[in-house]
């Protein structure tokens, strides 16, 4: 079962908070964060600032008492009132005491009411322990106390910290693993070639719910490539969201897997992106990898993007051969590089792909090279290379959820592999820039996403 509540931290806010938390002189310590929200149903708080309580400035440190200086809570109240922002107070347990105790309820009953009284209808408490989890709680203006069920920090490693449960994590590719995952949600932007591979694996491996974003439809020339369509789909050009759900219900039941018959770049598609645990971007254009890059961003969401391309040569005797076939798996983690920093589109090249998708002619040409550059083909025969493809994405998600590789995730944060070389290459997360414009935990502020075109409609404009 999905959980109700969750606390998203970036992993540098984490980081940061954890070196002051723990100083070295085992004393407790405190620091606020200002929290924005996710939009509906999913009751999701985004890390966006972190208030730094300095030592001194709090008239009792001890191992396991501490006092909060209300200036720093008034601090917190200018900061957040604008946004609405969700105020976590937390302070660290030294002696490793994962839960709150007396002394904690006294605090928060001093300093939950002023907050609540100021502004807003939700704030909260938390405490970390050395090894850096969390588990924290929310108060509403009843004074009504609910747990936060799980506490994530995205970074090179994936940490996924559950109310209640003990410190160790399943080990990838067992029971327990399945277990986890099975409280996990999956975003798919794509429901194609590589993103219904894609979509097959993670509904087998056991995620909770997987959300399909794709607005195509299946015709004659995807049979090839798109697991579990058929002739008949084809013949009446089904959905490709449709197609996909339908087949994931009949192994793993009702309500496994949802649908949504639209752009990743409308409204619709952004909001049910937004209430993942992790992004799958396998769409195959550059609008869709921007759009993956704010979401992941402003709602503190990991994005794992897929990409296939078979490059061609011109050949003397043939006329024209293969010069490479080749898979590019990158993961991109909150508030570090992008797939912008990174290069794998430009303002220059999102205009050129907006005048092509609206030039009908230009934009046949280019779906008649599809996978296959330097060639006309309408179905290419390349479910083999999308299976590679799609397995390294999924795999991808496991090492950072589940470490097993032997050397650090930081090193992968782009894999690039050759299957006419038999070659494979990384780049690690250091040798990209760090994408200071991303709307980092932008949450739900209107416009969504800063987007004027997916502003809220109008009540006349629904009608």
């Known amino acids: 079962m999905k959980p109700r509540s969750t606390l998203a931290l970036p992993a540098s806010m984490h980081a940061a908070a954890r070196e002051h938390l723990f100083p070295g002189d085992g004393l407790e310590a405190a620091a606020i964060i ?46 957040g009132e604008a946004e609405n922002l969700v105020a976590i107070l937390i302070h660290s347990h030294p002696g490793g005491l994962l839960g709150f105790s007396e002394q904690d309820d006294a605090s928060d009953a001093k300093t939950i009411p002023a907050l609540l009284a100021a502004y807003g209808d939700l704030h909260g408490s938390a405490i970390m322990i050395p090894s850096g989890r969390i588990c924290a709680r929310l108060y509403t203006p009843s004074h009504c106390t609910e747990d936060i069920e799980l506490v994530t920090i995205a970074g090179d490693d994936l940490h996924y910290y559950w109310h209640g449960s003990p410190g160790a994590r399943p080990m990838a590719f067992t029971e327990q693993m399945t277990r986890e995952l099975n409280r996990l949600s999956a975003a798919v932007i794509g429901a194609s070639g590589t993103g219904s591979i ?37 013949d009446s050009k089904r959905l490709k969201t449709d197609v996909m759900v339908e087949a994931i219900e009949k192994f793993r039941g009702v309500g496994s897997a949802v649908g949504i018959a639209r752009s990743i770049s409308s409204r619709e598609g952004v909001l049910a992106a937004s209430q993942a645990d992790v992004i799958f971007c396998c769409a195959d254009t550059l609008e869709a990898r921007y759009m993956a890059d704010l979401i992941g961003a402003a709602f503190l969401i990991p994005v794992i993007d897929v990409g296939v391309v078979i490059p061609t040569r011109r050949c003397p005797k043939s006329g024209t051969a293969v010069a490479d076939v080749i898979g ?78 032997h050397e650090a995730n930081e090193k992968f944060a782009r894999t690039t592999f050759s299957l006419a070389a038999l070659e494979e290459e990384f780049e690690s997360e250091s040798n990209f820039e760090i994408d ?22 109008r009540a006349k404009d629904q009608k």
């Open 328 to 405: 590019r798996i990158d993961y991109v983690q909150p508030g570090r590089s992008t797939l912008r920093s990174r290069g794998l589109y430009t303002p220059e090249s999102l205009r050129a792909e907006y005048l092509r998708f609206n030039n009908p002619e230009a934009h046949q040409r280019e779906l008649a090279e599809g996978y296959i550059k330097g060639t006309h083909e309408e179905a290419p025969s390349v479910i083999t290379l999308n299976m590679r493809a799609a397995s390294a994405c999924v795999n991808e998600f496991v090492a950072r959820a589940f470490p097993y590789r």
């Open 436 to 457: 200071c414009e991303a709307p980092l935990a932008r949450g739900g502020l209107a416009p969504l996403l800063g987007l004027p075109a997916l502003k809220e409609p």
């Open 198 to 234: 894609t979509t097959e694996q993670l509904a087998r491996l056991g995620f909770g719910e997987i959300t399909l974003i794709d607005f195509d439809r299946v015709e004659h020339k995807n049979l090839n490539r798109i697991l579990n369509s058929t002739l008949a789909d084809a």
């Open 34 to 79: 200002l929290c924005s929200r996710t939009p509906g149903p999913r009751m999701k708080l985004l890390g966006k600032r972190l208030i730094l309580v300095p030592h001194a400035e709090c008239s009792i440190r001890a191992e396991d008492l501490l006092s909060w200086p209300g200036k720093y809570i008034e601090q917190a109240i200018d900061e």
